[in-house]
């Protein structure tokens, strides 16, 4: 059921209704679809182009619990629709620009070490595990629930560092982070970038790209999303200018053994002590190729130890 929209004491071609799930609509008649689709979903707005028997609508719609924002976000429409004779689309299009900090929950901006240690993941997880184990990589992508180590399997344990530095100097930020449990594999994977407005590379590219490798995954592909949202991705950090732009400088994968530079397993941190970190420098350690890396992985994960 809809009501006609009064304006100045006369009856107006738009419509107000409530549907049967309690959400609110504002319909406004239209002639075409937009050149320029607005933004169709933000938090608590939708915005649809409907062909209904009647004719053709632009219907806005939000939640109950949004009508303090909804109603006098639906005046200004309607006042630049009717009062001012605007285009419906553009209308809407311009109001929804003046009220995008009523529509978007508020959130803190990511900073910039951790879109450099995101990405850093991410690319491992989208080059070298998903091509090796396949979804059950996601699971093993433990970044989010800050683990020791940033993938962890029963007999593999893959720690990623990623550095704006042009040579392959990494902090080592806790004392066990190049330690694994017992009959247990560590790889160290070291990422190299260079930051640019030039770059070709964003948190967004590697994102889409994990998301091509597990469309066929759906439940994985859900998991994945969600990990994102815990280390803070929103989408709209793709048109906010805030995700950093990248080159790849060089990536190399390392088995951390006896000739790893690491502090050694018995060492005895004095009392008092409570936390250490130190710089590791790989720049003339032997590194793995890509084929020997992905065998390593395959056989921790299908054959185990």
Not at 98 to 105: E, F, K, Q, V
Not at 231 to 243: H, I, P, V, Y
């Amino acid at each position: 059921m809809t009501t006609p929209i009064i304006l100045d004491g006369a009856e107006t071609s738009i419509s107000m209704a409530m549907d049967y799930a309690g959400y609110l609509h504002l319909l406004i008649p239209v002639e075409n679809p937009p050149v320029e689709a607005p933004p169709s979903d933000l938090n608590g707005l939708k915005v649809r182009h409907r062909c209904l028997e009647i004719g053709d609508y632009l219907d806005l719609s939000a939640p109950p619990s949004h009508e303090q924002v909804f109603t006098p976000f639906c005046r200004e429409v309607v006042d630049a629709v009717e009062g001012k004779n605007r285009d419906p689309w553009k209308a809407v299009a311009a109001t929804i620009r003046a009220w995008l900090s009523a529509w978007r929950p508020a959130r803190q901006a990511m900073e910039k070490s951790v879109q450099v240690g995101l990405f850093g993941e991410l690319l491992v997880l989208r080059s070298l595990m998903i091509p090796a184990i396949g979804a059950a990589a996601v699971d093993q992508w433990s970044g989010p629930e800050s683990e020791r180590h940033d993938f962890v399997g029963k007999y593999l344990r893959v720690e990623v560092k990623t550095t704006r530095k042009s040579r392959p100097e990494h902090e080592i930020s806790r004392l066990d982070q190049l330690r694994a449990p017992t009959g247990c594999q560590l790889l160290f994977v070291s990422i190299q970038l260079e930051e640019t407005i030039g770059g070709s590379e964003t948190l967004a590219t590697q994102m889409d790209s994990i998301v091509d490798l597990l469309r066929e995954d759906p439940a994985a592909l859900d998991r994945f999303m969600t990990k994102m949202v815990i280390m803070g991705w929103s989408e709209d950090m793709r048109t906010s200018g805030e995700l950093l732009r990248f080159f790849i400088r060089a990536g190399e994968v390392y088995a951390v053994d006896d000739d790893f530079p690491r502090i050694p397993e018995d060492f005895q941190v004095p009392s008092g002590i409570v936390s250490i970190k130190y710089t590791v420098d790989l720049a003339n350690l032997p590194s793995l190729g890509v084929d020997d890396a992905t065998s390593l992985i395959k056989k921790a994960n299908f054959c185990g130890a």
